[in-house]
């Protein structure tokens, strides 16, 4: 963003900004109308008010301070309120946040959030906070061994070599060995935080909102899909830019580099293949999939490849679950889909190498700077400009979000 553009700039230069002038411009009458209501409406109340009371009450009080000093800062008292009064009482809000912010577009609910992110900061580093309950205490202490870079940096690639020997290795670090699938994924799912072959969470029904039910989705694919590149066509540039970027996180966790290429390159192919059994958002909503009511009974006959139950059961420890819980499904077809594959690349170490990548990704930002930088340089490449800062931990944002570790 160069400059500030008023809203009425913006239209004269574009067209199709005619259209949102007029939303724009009926929105401005509205709020004119409301305001102009409110203010008779205000003086007739302050009206009875000092009558009935015999004067203001003294804004003295700290909520009043607070409030009061909000609305001088975002002011600009040198735009005329009879000419411009959005620009009067906002303007300053505007000129700030607009300004500051590297991304695009900036609201109210993104300014809060950073705020409440900072008064969480606070809170998590005062040194002498009671510490009352013991997630409490978890998250202290979870924010503090995310903070100590020191420590991160000397222990390096180590733990998370242990822990992907624990949930059966790979291939390239030489620990390979038979892994039950099933069992793999359950832990990865119920202890780990990490879901390579679907996404799984509790919010609120569709039928009814205030009741909450288990839903599942596709993955979050850490390779963006080929589908999001339509216009670009560079996409075998993304795959190789992706490829470089776990042929690096390889070499980190102590692979030989020819059998690395190998595993990960077979890795690669699965999860293209899976990602094109995604089916597009726009399809479906037309198709009224995104809210499938079933249960995990039917879920084991139409995506068998997976033990669902015990799966469930593992995400979602200590509830207790059985086959005839409701579940929502927001995309059937790919679950089906998913399987299928799953049943098709079973025999060799690919479903392992891929469900271990995975961990990877979940697990390496909170690892030492080499898998901080490889991360910022692939995210640089992939959305050409530099990482945001959600990205890298120890950033205590992302340390929090994943809780799974504690
Ligand atoms: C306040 O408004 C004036 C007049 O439009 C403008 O010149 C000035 O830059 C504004 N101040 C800020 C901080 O935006
Ligand atoms: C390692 O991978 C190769 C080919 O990728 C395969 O032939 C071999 O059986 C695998 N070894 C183990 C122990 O999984
Ligand atoms: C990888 O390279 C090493 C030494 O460079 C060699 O001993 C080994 O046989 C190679 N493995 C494969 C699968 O090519
Ligand atoms: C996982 O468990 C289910 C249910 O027991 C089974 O049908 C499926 O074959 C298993 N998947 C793999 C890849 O072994
Ligand atoms: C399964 O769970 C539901 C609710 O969690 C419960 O109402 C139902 O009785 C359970 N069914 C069996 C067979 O245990």
Not at 159 to 167: A, D, G, S, T
Not at 280 to 285: A, K
Not at 366 to 384: I, M, N, P
Request: aromatic fraction near 8%.
């Amino acid at each position: 963003m160069n400059g500030i553009r008023t809203p009425q700039q913006a239209c004269e230069e574009d067209p199709r900004e005619a259209a949102k002038k007029r939303r724009c411009l009926r929105g401005k009458s509205l709020l004119l109308c409301a305001l102009m209501l409110s203010t008779v409406l205000g003086f007739a109340l302050l009206l009875a008010f000092t009558i009935l009371t015999g004067g203001l009450e003294p804004c003295d009080t700290k909520e009043c301070l607070t409030l009061l000093a909000r609305l001088l800062e975002v002011r600009n008292a040198s735009i005329d309120p009879c000419e411009d009064f959005y620009g009067y009482a906002c303007g300053n809000w505007e000129a700030n946040h607009l300004r500051t912010e590297t991304m695009e577009s900036s609201n109210v609910f993104d300014v809060l959030l950073e705020e409440n992110q900072l008064i969480l900061k606070r809170l998590l580093e005062v040194p002498q906070l009671r510490v009352g309950g013991s997630t409490k205490k978890k998250a202290i202490q979870f924010y503090h061994s995310c903070m100590d870079t020191q420590q991160i940096e000397a222990e390096g690639a180590q733990p998370l070599k242990e822990l992907i020997n624990q949930v059966g290795g790979w291939n390239f670090t030489g620990h390979g060995k038979q892994t039950d699938f099933n069992q793999t994924l359950q832990t990865l799912m119920g202890k780990y935080n990490t879901f390579p072959f679907f996404r799984a969470y509790v919010g609120p029904s569709s039928s009814d909102p205030s009741t909450n039910i288990i839903q599942i989705d596709h993955p979050e694919f850490e390779m963006p899909p080929e589908g999001d590149y339509n216009e670009k066509a560079n996409y075998p540039e993304v795959v190789r830019v992706y490829f470089s970027y776990l042929m690096k996180l390889g070499a980190l966790l102590g692979g030989p580099q020819n059998v690395t290429s190998t595993s990960i390159s077979f890795a690669l192919s699965f999860i293209s293949n899976l990602q094109k059994e995604v089916t597009p958002l726009q399809e479906r909503r037309e198709r009224r999939m995104l809210f499938y009511h079933t249960t995990i009974r039917e879920l084991q006959e139409k995506a068998p490849a997976i033990d669902w139950l015990s799966c469930l059961q593992a995400a979602f420890h200590p509830v207790q679950l059985n086959i005839s819980q409701p579940i929502a499904v927001h995309d059937m077809d790919y679950l089906k889909g998913m399987s299928r594959l799953i049943g098709k690349w079973q025999k060799g170490s690919v479903l392992q190498i891929y469900m271990i990548l995975c961990l990877v990704g979940t697990l390496s930002p909170a690892l030492d700077s080499r898998f901080q930088d490889a991360r910022r340089e692939l995210f640089e490449k992939l959305h050409g400009k530099t990482g945001e800062s959600g990205m890298d931990c120890p950033s205590w944002r992302k340390c929090l979000i994943d809780t799974a570790l504690l």
